[in-house]
């Protein structure tokens, strides 16, 4: 089984700046792309970022210029840096993993459960 564990969501004041990281475990073979998504209260889920296994990337509007996503290949890890935060950032980022392959079974997609972040003075 694959699981995604994520880490280095809390609290900060805007302005700041927040690491988020996302390592996949299991019999991974390999995995086409990881990518963060966000979701606040009364919101749909939406795109925050999303890396391929080739570093191609990818943001939503909102973040462009403030997020950068990167990506460890040999540790299946995700990571997001996110600067100059604002109230707006506020949500529950969750990490996801698109096309996973694990030998003997069909290559699907797995999401983490989810980490707070809050941004507020």
């Known amino acids: 089984q694959v699981q995604l564990v994520e880490s280095g969501g809390g609290l900060v004041q805007p302005g700041g700046s927040l690491r988020l990281s996302c390592a996949a475990s299991?019999?991974?073979?390999?995995?086409?792309?990881m990518g963060w998504y966000r979701q606040a209260p009364g919101k749909q889920r939406e795109l925050v970022a999303g890396?391929?296994?080739?570093?191609?990337?990818n943001y939503g509007d909102s973040v462009k210029g403030r997020f950068t996503i990167s990506r460890d290949n040999a540790k299946n890890t995700v990571y997001l840096q996110m600067n100059s935060l604002k109230p707006e950032d506020t949500a529950v980022y969750y990490c996801?993993?698109?096309?996973?392959?694990?030998?003997?079974?069909?290559?699907?997609?797995?999401w983490g459960q989810g980490t707070q972040v809050t941004v507020s003075s």
């Open positions: 890396i391929t296994s080739s570093n191609s990337t």
């Open positions: 996801n993993a698109d096309q996973v392959v694990v030998l003997g079974l069909f290559p699907r997609d797995y």
């Open positions: 299991g019999s991974i073979f390999s995995i086409y792309a």
